[in-house]
């Protein structure tokens, strides 16, 4: 069965950028109720409980229809939040180094311009979901948001950073203000896994 992560910091780590309440109850109380209605619907599906949730979400269409609906938002949920978690930290922002920097570089021009075009994407897309900056089969970057829990996964993509733009997410220190979210956001990304989540896509 799956089970919730723990977060590799405390939830007052990322104050004053992103409150420890809103860390708490994201993840025990959002992520959790992911993970359980994960496992509740593959309770009657040993053979599915043996998969990855990334293996899950990547063939949605061999999943029983009966379940599908719940796989696809909840094993989406818990997927990206799992992913979610360690692309922040404490004392983070700044910039990439090594191949991601250059890779940003060649395909967006300049850091700054990625950033930019990052939060545009994250800022304007209606309702709830996600940002994020994805890999393709070749390796290419592009920027990318999806509604609901729906992961990149599911489209062929491989995740790299991602932002979740769900209200539940900065509601309670910016409420409907998403773009100061996300410009806090900037002062806590661990660009360490995200270079890391960069070499795992190469392939
Ligand atoms: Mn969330």
Redesign the pocket.
């Known amino acids: 069965m799956f089970e919730l992560p723990k977060l590799p910091y405390g939830y007052d780590a990322l104050e004053p950028y992103i409150d420890a309440r809103t860390m708490e109850i994201?993840l025990t109380k959002?992520?959790a109720t992911y993970v359980a209605k994960l496992n509740d619907a593959l309770k009657e599906y040993p053979e599915l409980q043996e998969k990855s949730v990334a293996d899950l979400l990547k063939s949605l269409d061999s999943i029983p229809e009966k379940i599908r609906g719940v796989v696809r938002n909840h094993g989406g949920?818990h997927y990206?939040?799992s992913f979610?978690w360690p692309l922040m930290k404490k004392d983070g922002g700044g910039e990439p180094d090594g191949d991601l920097k250059t890779a940003l570089a060649q395909t967006f021009g300049d850091f700054k311009t990625f950033q930019e075009k990052f939060s545009a994407a994250a800022a304007g897309h209606f309702g709830s979901g996600w940002a994020w900056l994805v890999a393709d089969d070749a390796g290419k970057l592009s920027i990318s948001t999806t509604s609901n829990?729906d992961s990149p996964l599911m489209q062929n993509f491989r995740p790299i950073l991602g932002l979740?733009v769900?209200e539940?997410?900065y509601y309670l220190k910016y409420q409907n203000r998403r773009p100061e979210y996300i410009e806090a956001w900037w002062s806590v990304v661990n660009w360490q896994e995200a270079g890391k989540n960069f070499q795992e896509a190469k392939w």
């Open positions: 994201h959002h992520h949920g990206n939040h979610f829990q979740d769900w539940h997410a």
